[in-house]
C-alpha cells in the first residue's frame, strides 16, 4: 500500500488536484478536494464513462451538502502502474467541468 499511495500522492501532485488533508496518515485511500462549484457527485456520474470510479462526499457527511466538494480515492484494490492514468483523467474531467 505504501507504494500504490506515493505513486497516487505523486500523480495528484502532478495533475494539480487537492488533498482535502493532506496531513492525514493511513488507511487506504486520500480525500481530494473538488475545486468550487464542481459536485462530487457529478464528477463521479462524468468519471463512470471514463472507467474511474471515486466516492462522492456526500454519503460521509451528516450533513450531506456539505460532502459535494469532497470525495474519496482507494488505492487499496488498484496496481501502482494504472493509479497515474486514472488520476489524469480525473483531472481531464474537472478541467472539462469548470
Do not use: C, H, K
Not at 28 to 45: F, H, R, V, Y
Request: avoid cysteine; hydrophobic fraction near 50%; charged fraction near 20%.
Amino acid at each position: 500500500y505504501a507504494q500504490r499511495r506515493a505513486v497516487m500522492l505523486s500523480a495528484i501532485a502532478e495533475n494539480g488536484l487537492q488533498l482535502a488533508s493532506p496531513e492525514a496518515t493511513g488507511g487506504s485511500s486520500l480525500w481530494l478536494a473538488t475545486p468550487a462549484g464542481i459536485d462530487s457527485g457529478q464528477l463521479a456520474a462524468r468519471l463512470r464513462g471514463e472507467d474511474v470510479l471515486i466516492e462522492p462526499g456526500l454519503p460521509f457527511f451528516a450533513q450531506p451538502a456539505r460532502g459535494a466538494g469532497f470525495f474519496r480515492l482507494a488505492y487499496s484494490s488498484i496496481a501502482a502502474e494504472r493509479i497515474p492514468e486514472g488520476i489524469a483523467r480525473i483531472a481531464a474531467v474537472i478541467r472539462d467541468l469548470l
